[in-house]
């Protein structure tokens, strides 16, 4: 009788294992990290993400890889990647390593090569960034009057258009329709347009050089 039960045990035991195993196949958790970098990175591309998008992107997710790509996804557990984050000490880091991580693992649940993102078992990293300094109207004149006139294309579209530094030196004169009053920016992920607000394009009017780069001076 226990011999049948020892047998009954073994075989219940080999069973689980081959489901396992059959699981694992099914879901894609055999496929190394290095492949499904390349195909997020491809499906971005595909949904129209903008070039430099991906390539941070890539960046990142390369770098988390590297040495290991042939190891397999179900392999990175939460526990590893929070041991990753742990490396960096500022929440900012942290909290974009965990997007793009997460960005990544997501893919892999949708696309079936994963049952779960590890990323949803980490808490959130919380950033505390202080309150932006919001200029008073006469303080925006002063500053407008006093900026050099090559810097004032710069300072009018982040005053007066609400565009982002970093928007603004990929920002090229051909985007700007003063007619219109719109301006095409290039954002993190996608372009999208901006509304200027009259007195944006008239500043912008008054600009002695409107050809190339809008933040030409951010280069030299």
């Not at 030196?169 to 509304?195: C, H, M, N, P, Y």
Request: charged share 25%.
């Amino acid at each position: 009788m226990l011999q049948k039960c020892l047998r009954a045990g073994t075989c219940l035991i080999l069973q689980a294992a081959e489901e396992l195993k059959l699981k694992q196949s099914c879901l894609g958790g055999v496929e190394g990290i290095g492949k499904c970098i390349d195909a997020v990175l491809d499906a971005k591309r595909a949904a129209n993400r903008t070039a430099r998008h991906v390539k941070s992107l890539g960046y990142y997710l390369r770098q988390f890889a590297a040495g290991r790509e042939d190891k397999p996804l179900a392999d990175f557990t939460a526990e590893a990647v929070d041991q990753w984050l742990q490396r960096y000490p500022s929440a900012s880091t942290r909290q974009t390593w965990l997007n793009r991580l997460s960005t990544l693992f997501a893919f892999a649940v949708r696309r079936g090569y994963l049952a779960a993102n590890p990323c949803d078992r980490l808490d959130r990293v919380t950033v505390d960034k202080p309150p932006p300094f919001i200029l008073s109207p006469a303080q925006s004149q002063l500053l407008l009057k006093q900026c050099p006139t090559v810097m004032r294309p710069y300072l009018v579209l982040g005053m007066f258009a609400g565009v982002r530094p970093e928007e603004i030196e990929r920002l090229d004169w051909s985007q700007i329709d003063l007619e219109a009053g719109t301006a095409f920016v290039d954002g993190k992920t996608r372009r999208r347009l901006v509304s200027l607000e009259p007195v944006a394009v008239r500043e912008l009017l008054k600009h002695p050089l409107r050809t190339g780069s809008v933040a030409l001076h951010r280069r030299r």
